[in-house]
């Protein structure tokens, strides 16, 4: 993997090669996507009527399986919820995938360059603002398939064992980067690793101050392992829209105590 800074807005049509996901540095300890929940309990955070709207949308007709997992049925939504326990169809491609024109930690196209076109834009607009700030934000990985998440999967369960890797790794179809709604980003001073210590670098600091201005939330917050699944992730942004990402941050939430679904454990 090369480490050039490039700003690029390739066209995804082409190469199907794929490069090499970086297993976090933190992988003891932490994430690289993913989340926990349950579709126990349905009451959202929120009394607004849009709120309750958006509430219904995230419930209506998903498909329960004996084991208790659910496959969403609104894969499309801006504001679908992914986790351990509410997964993507196995087919599900989101159809507006495009390359955002930020810096990444690779210069050749690869399909992780790619995000929606709304969450790509909005991803413009962040890195824009950083740079304007003096900040020099990477970004590292975003869309992923069902077929290549089952990849790196199967992979870091080889190397770490499926517990380990359970804490840190999604199994295909759990994975947010799937919804094509979610990017990794790290910065040179982490010499592009994705670490928890990024949270205390500028880039991360910022990040975590002003991600929810353009649509982001900081997906796996700290502290909140026992709803997401997941440890700490700062370098993991989601993007939700501005219409919920200011009342998520301001109210340090996660999306699933958000939008009303809690474990069973609760």
């Excluded at 309990?41 to 498909?63: A, H, L």
């Excluded at 801006?78 to 599900?92: A, D, G, I």
Aim: charge should be negative.
């Amino acid at each position: 993997m090369s480490f050039s800074l490039v700003g690029c807005s390739l066209d995804p049509s082409n190469a199907e090669k794929e490069q090499p996901e970086e297993t976090p540095v933190s992988s003891q300890v932490s994430g690289d996507e993913v989340e926990k929940e349950e579709p126990a309990s349905s009451v959202p955070q929120n009394d607004s009527e849009d709120e309750s709207s958006e509430q219904s949308e995230q419930t209506n007709d998903d498909v329960v399986a004996r084991d208790g997992t659910v496959t969403v049925n609104n894969p499309e939504s801006l504001n679908v919820v992914v986790n351990k326990e509410r997964k993507l169809p196995s087919n599900y491609i989101p159809e507006d995938l495009t390359v955002p024109d930020v810096p990444f930690s690779f210069s050749e196209f690869a399909p992780k360059k790619q995000m929606r076109k709304e969450a790509a834009q909005a991803l413009e607009e962040l890195f824009t603002a950083a740079q304007q700030d003096g900040l020099d934000l990477v970004a590292a990985s975003g869309y992923r398939s069902y077929d290549r998440q089952k990849q790196i999967y199967d992979r870091n369960v080889d190397v770490y064992g499926k517990e380990e890797t359970d804490k840190f790794s999604a199994r295909p179809g759990t994975s947010e980067h799937q919804t094509g709604l979610a990017m990794d980003v790290t910065s040179a001073q982490m010499a592009f690793k994705l670490n928890q210590s990024f949270g205390k670098t500028d880039e991360g600091e910022w990040l975590a101050e002003h991600a929810h201005e353009y649509g982001f939330v900081i997906r796996y917050i700290k502290g909140s392992e026992d709803i997401t699944g997941y440890t700490y992730e700062p370098w993991h942004l989601r993007y939700v829209g501005k219409q919920y990402s200011t009342d998520v941050y301001e109210q340090e939430l996660t999306l699933e105590e958000f939008f009303g679904f809690h474990p069973v454990s609760e």
